[in-house]
């Protein structure tokens, strides 16, 4: 997947560059026009809490909605630049992308970890379409398929779910309270404890993203333009869904070395596993906590996959609609 997306890159920067230089000289400012709009639509995640980390695994199950808004201005008979807002929810679900009779898969069932994640994406794209149009906006092809590639600024709040009594064995004074909890701010992998196997660092909330896709524009009426778009979000994080590296002992997360606010619900979400219904391998430990065996333990070091970073796919409908531009009239003196 890196080298398709270094290849992809490589390509788009190549052809916009190209068609640049060849479309400034024949393409007159009064040509140029602006468009604001709105894209409903649909997010998916890739990463550790898919059957498999590639496109392939998709579950309709954790669909999610998306919206946003943008403003697009064409340069050049092909090319456009769009800045757009977007508000994308993402989720996973052991539970959900795996089952308890599947032999492939049922590491991941018991693993039993699950989230979701609001990201908040502003970006800046090119737009290349597939066939020119270099006359007045009312004149532009009925139907035109285009690529796109760019550069966005996101932040991204990973949360999961916890129902107060669903952790085997806890006394009511280690429990906390049903609800949604940030799971950045509870070091689930050891984040804020120094000790040996722990990650050094709390992984950061904003961060960059390379948004590319492809879709396709109707034209509707001389205002009005209708398109279907399928964009991919290459991530530097392995974070959006909170999973990345090993498991950390439970007593690491207790111990005062953990800066952080509720120790308890750092050891909850660090391991769901005690909470995925099987008992034969339950295992209560002295301090309260139970797991299955072999999770929740920094001998298993499992937790997560860290050598490819998530991935989130937006596709989406959109309504545009064409600002008249302002004519320039000739001054008589």
Known sequence: ?????????????????????????RFTKRKEYSTVGIQLGA????????????????RIKSTR?????NYTHRHFPRISSR???????????????????????LGRYRRNLSFRNDI?????????????????????????????????????????????????????DQDIPSGWYALQPLGTEGQFVDHPGTVSDPYSRVQIAIPFGLGVRYKLDRNWDFSFE?????????YLDDVSTAHVDKNVLLSEGNRVDNRNASVI????????????????????????RPYGTSNNRTRGNSSDNDWYIQTSLGLNYILNPRVRRPKFR
């Open 269 to 292: 979400f660090s391991d769901r596993s005690a909470e995925s219904g099987f008992t034969n391998d339950l295992i209560t430990e002295p301090n309260g906590f139970s797991r299955l």
């Open 43 to 58: 997010s998916n995640y890739f990463g550790d809490l898919v059957p498999q980390p590639n496109f392939t695994s998709m």
């Open 1 to 25: 997947m890196k080298r398709f997306t270094t290849l992809f890159l490589l390509l788009t920067v190549v052809l916009t560059t190209v068609a640049i230089e060849a479309e400034a000289q």
């Open 83 to 105: 800045v757009a807002f977007n508000w994308n929810r993402i989720a996973g679900d052991d539970a959900l992308a795996a089952g308890p009779d599947e032999g492939e898969n």
């Open 230 to 238: 399928v964009g991919w979000r290459a991530t530097f994080t392995d």
């Open 65 to 69: 909605p998306s919206v946003g808004i």
């Open 120 to 172: 908040k994406e502003l970006s800046a794209v090119a737009i290349i379409d597939l066939f020119e149009n270099r006359n007045y906006y009312r004149r532009r092809p009925d139907f035109v398929p285009y690529g796109f590639i760019g550069v966005a600024v996101m932040h991204h709040n990973p949360k999961a779910y916890y129902e107060n009594g669903s952790h085997p064995g806890l006394s009511a």
